[in-house]
């Protein structure tokens, strides 16, 4: 998956300098090409951060009726 984001990102690069060589880089359409690829590199960087889940919480997911998953409210 991480390869299929990093040649999503590449293929909006790509893009985006085509469109600002064709319109002018001051165009909007050019900066709305480059505010393409900056979402796709911020959305990159947010899957990055999220923590991956642990053994047990894994087992929780795949086991929610197990006793050591259950949770209570007060």
């Not at 469109?19 to 590199?41: H, L, N, R, Y």
């Not at 947010?46 to 998953?69: G, L, M, R, T, W």
């Amino acid at each position: 998956m991480n390869n299929n984001i990093d040649e999503i990102i590449e293929k909006e690069r790509e893009e985006a300098r085509i469109i600002c060589d064709i319109k002018g880089g001051t165009s909007p359409e050019c900066a709305a090409a480059w505010d393409a690829v900056e979402e796709v590199q911020a959305e990159s960087a947010h899957k990055k951060q999220k923590p991956k889940k642990s053994s047990f919480e894994v087992y929780c997911d795949n086991n929610p009726e197990a006793a050591e998953c259950r949770l209570y409210d007060d």
